[in-house]
């Protein structure tokens, strides 16, 4: 499968334990993207609503990732991306891009949105004695 590596829970969470691990040890940032279902108001969507949307999202999110990247669905409305080794303006872009496309596949429907929240993870600051 071309794109994102989708795993379950309990493995999206070994991989992000091991690559926050690995942060201590190196200057890089991964960043966690959580992206909502949402209705006009920005209240979760119905389970009927969900389980009609969820699966088109999954497809959206692992057709616009890189093959490196790691996701998991989260709650019945919600992912979980994470993102390795890009920028802050970078990872606007990524998010964007997925919702554009999501919301090409709504087509005029103007009941649903898609939020996204980002959250970033530090590695080590460099310093002169490393």
């Known amino acids: ?22 942060l201590r040890r190196r200057e890089e940032k991964i960043h966690i993207i959580l992206l909502t279902l ?10 009927v609503q969900q389980a009609k949307w969820m699966p088109v999202l999954h497809k959206v999110i692992q057709q616009h ?3 490196g990247d790691a996701f998991t669905q989260y709650s019945s409305g919600q992912y979980i991306i994470m993102l390795v080794g890009i920028s802050e ?14 919301h090409k596949h709504l087509g005029n429907s103007k ?13 080590k600051v460099k310093n002169d004695q490393d």
């Open 1 to 22: 499968i071309q794109g994102a590596f989708y795993q379950n829970f309990d493995t999206f969470m070994q991989i992000y334990r091991f690559v926050e691990r690995s």
């Open 38 to 47: 949402t209705d006009t108001q920005g209240e979760f969507i119905t389970i």
């Open 65 to 67: 990732l890189r093959v």
């Open 89 to 102: 303006d970078h990872i606007q872009k990524i998010s964007n891009r997925i919702c554009a496309a999501f």
């Open 111 to 123: 009941e649903f949105g898609l939020k996204y929240d980002v959250y970033a993870m530090e590695g």
